[in-house]
């Protein structure tokens, strides 16, 4: 699909605010409210829009620590990484996972509360995976930044 400067437009202020009633958002594009809910929904059924969440405070909910890992699998062959995929697409404190290229093949980023959890999630889960060469954790002292909000204005 290919995005105008108006789908542009309107999927930046979703992005900043998916709760928008259709009539504010159709003036802050410059449309009446009828074409803009017609590109709104235009972009739903194209996938361009996947969902609308809410986005939580991982601290407000008592999950403070992040932890990012990296693993190397024993064998980069295509069954072994759809298996590992499947096993975290199955454990919740795995917030983000991304098949890498260069010295590791996965780069996770976990969610837990205190040391004692990410030390189950480590016994329990990951280490419980057969197939896996090494796991290298480091543990994010402070959050610079962080964003839900693609840079596509």
């Not at 542009?8 to 928008?20: A, F, P, V, Y």
């Not at 009446?32 to 969440?53: F, K």
């Amino acid at each position: 699909m290919r995005l105008d400067a108006i789908d542009r437009r309107i999927l930046t202020e979703l992005q900043q605010d998916g709760r928008m009633t259709n009539q504010a958002l159709a003036e802050r594009v410059g449309l009446s409210p009828t074409p803009c809910l017609r590109r709104v929904r235009i972009l739903e059924g194209a996938g361009v829009i996947r969902s609308y969440v809410a986005v939580v405070d991982q601290k407000a909910v008592d999950l403070p620590v992040s932890v990012f890992i990296s693993i190397k699998l024993e064998r980069q062959r295509e069954e072994d990484l759809d298996r590992f995929a499947a096993a975290v697409a199955r454990w919740p404190e795995v917030m983000e996972c991304y098949l890498m290229t260069g010295q590791r093949d996965y780069l996770l980023r976990v969610v837990c509360a205190d040391l004692p959890a990410y030390e189950r999630f480590l016994k329990d889960k990951l280490t419980k995976h057969d197939g896996l060469a090494s796991i290298e954790s480091s543990f994010a002292l402070t959050q610079v930044k962080h964003t839900n909000v693609l840079p596509i204005g």
